[in-house]
């Protein structure tokens, strides 16, 4: 399947809720966000069924997440199965890493191959203040499971807003000097009511460099052309890897072969843009399989080429938490 402007789709994020146990500053407004009631969320089989469609039409590798995708009930069997669906090589997880303590063993068993972990500090204090409550002993822990129970690559995930962590960069980017971890610096993004917020407070990808090479020594890139959005390197002896997206500052539009699927069924058609396209009610309209799969390989055609950060508009009707990352 390739959109109009001959992009390959072969990779599917998949919300799996839009509720979260934590808060994140970039992520979610303090208050006053409107959770979508139950019976307007996909079902397990709707889910399912998405996927056997997005598989026949291409796809390989599905991501979950969300919302925090471990606390959707029956995650695990979920996962087990997505494991079923022919064409489906490679299922994926976004997850703050709460749960993994938990899950890791049983998620790795119904088929889950990877993980990555959002980890924005080390600090238990900045942690707390960054995902307001959270305690990042957990996550530590959830990590530490994740890889016994077998999960590779672990990569790491953070988010770099100044005056909450941008201090922090350094010491995480050393966890890769004794393991073979990715740890992965995200320019944040600006969406809806964080929008504002998340604009002021962005730090280029390219400051985040300058500190880890301050501290810590050179950088030798890995893959600077690469497919992946990710520009990676490498600390002088280190046993993992750093990886630098840069969506505000270095925009990847071009090589972006990404669809997602939120947890209320539309299939989301470019992270920073409000284009959608309505699956849930089609289906539940009763649809054939036929008509759904043609309004799925219609709609990811009509994909935009690229977001309009430069142009100062960001994408208004939903926040992160609400699209799935
Ligand atoms: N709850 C899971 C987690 O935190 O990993 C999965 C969902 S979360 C929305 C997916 C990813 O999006 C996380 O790595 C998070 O840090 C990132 N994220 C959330 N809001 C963002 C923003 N405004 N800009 C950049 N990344 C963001
Ligand atoms: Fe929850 Fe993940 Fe958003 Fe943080 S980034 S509020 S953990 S969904």
Redesign the pocket.
């Known amino acids: 399947m390739k959109d109009q402007y001959g992009r390959e789709l072969t990779d599917l994020r998949i919300s799996l809720t839009d509720r ?1 146990n934590l808060r ?1 500053v ?2 979610m407004p303090a208050e006053g966000i409107d959770f979508r009631p139950q019976e307007e969320l996909l079902r397990d089989d709707e889910l399912l069924l998405l996927v056997r469609v997005a598989a026949e039409l291409g796809v390989r590798k599905v991501r979950l ?5 471990t606390v959707r009930p029956g995650v695990v069997d979920l996962v087990h199965g997505i494991r079923q669906i022919p064409g489906i090589e490679e299922i994926a997880m ?3 890493g709460l749960l993994l303590e938990y899950l890791a063993p049983a998620l790795a068993e119904a088929g889950l191959t990877r993980a990555n972990v ?1 980890l924005d500090t080390m600090d238990p204090d900045k942690f707390h203040r960054i995902t307001r409550g959270g305690k990042v002993e957990k996550v530590l822990s959830g990590i530490a499971a994740a890889e016994a129970a077998g999960l590779r690559p672990i990569k790491l ?1 953070s ?1 770099v807003v100044r005056g909450f962590n941008e201090d922090d960069v350094a010491s995480l980017a050393a966890l890769t000097l004794d393991r073979p971890w990715e740890v992965r610096f ?1 320019e ?2 600006p ?1 809806g009511s ?1 929008g504002d917020f ?1 604009e002021a407070g962005v730090v280029n990808s390219e400051e985040t460099i300058e500190k880890i090479e301050a501290a810590l020594g050179p950088l030798t890139p890995l893959n600077l052309s690469g497919e992946d959005p990710a520009r990676t390197y490498r600390l002088p002896g280190a046993a993992g890897t750093l990886g630098f997206i840069s969506p505000v500052s270095q925009p990847f539009c071009a090589k972006c072969g990404r669809l997602r699927l939120t947890a209320d069924g539309r299939l989301r058609l470019c992270l920073l843009r409000d284009d959608e396209a309505d699956l849930l009610t089609p289906l539940r309209l009763g649809a054939t399989y036929e008509e759904i799969k043609e309004t799925f390989r219609a709609a990811a055609f009509r994909r935009p080429f690229g977001h309009a950060l430069a142009e100062k508009m960001f994408p208004q009707a939903r926040v ?2 609400q699209i ?2």
């Open positions: 979260c994140c970039y992520c997440t969300g919302g925090e995708p976004t997850t703050n959002s995930n988010v995200i944040m993004m969406f964080v998340a992160m938490i799935g990352g």
